[in-house]
């Protein structure tokens, strides 16, 4: 899954589609028009490969933090239950990350969202588990939220001197921090 994802990527670079490569142009406009394109985006990310970084800061400059970072986490949350709903209906083949998703559940759905193409294999690869809808739901916005509130600050503050680039390693960061929680209060339960 992970493969044909990356392929689509460098497929939709190498076509240079401008919406992709950079969003804002299209955000700019009247905030009804830039909030139904920013939740198109970003819900489109599972099949697309969208920027979503950008996205989610243009939500920030556009809407402001709160607004933004919101919309940001509707649009995302969107993403991960298409992928979700993808892998139920692919569900008779088997995954090979089930029995990884199976280990760690919830956990790598929200330390996987502000991970590209991670985030969009995990949901699907979710999609063909037990896992219950509610699960996914609950997970992908724990995982969204960080990413979406930091750009969406960012993004509100002009980008302030912060760069996408550094903005990106802290949600990376933020998700690595995630993980290890996630894994220390498993080890307590044991």
């Keep these: 899954m992970a493969a044909l994802l990356l392929a689509v990527f460098v497929v939709a ?4 589609i401008p919406v992709l490569s950079d969003p804002r142009p299209l955000l700019d406009g009247h905030k009804g028009v830039a909030a139904a394109a920013s939740f198109g985006l970003l819900a489109g990310d599972i099949l697309l490969p969208v920027p ?3 996205v989610m800061l243009a939500n920030g400059a556009v809407f402001g933090i ?3 970072a ?5 649009g995302s949350l969107s993403a991960a239950m298409a ?3 993808l892998g139920r209906r692919g569900r008779r ?14 956990l790598a759905i929200a330390a996987s969202r502000p991970v590209p193409l991670l985030a969009e ?4 690869v979710a999609g063909t588990t037990d896992l219950k809808w509610r699960t996914l739901i609950w997970a992908s916005a724990c995982g969204s939220a960080p990413a979406a509130l930091l750009y969406a600050w960012a993004g509100a503050r002009a980008a302030s001197g912060v760069g996408v680039t550094a903005l990106f390693g802290v949600t990376i960061v933020v998700a690595g921090a995630l993980w290890v929680i996630g894994r220390r209060s498993g080890k307590d339960k044991e």
């Design 93 to 106: 083949g088997r995954a090979g990350g089930r029995e990884w998703l199976a280990r760690w559940g919830p």
């Design 66 to 68: 709160i607004p933004g």
């Design 52 to 54: 979503s970084s950008l």
């Design 13 to 16: 670079q190498q076509a240079r």
């Design 70 to 74: 919101m919309l940001s986490i509707a």
């Design 121 to 124: 294999s995990i949901a699907i």
């Design 83 to 85: 992928g979700f709903w």
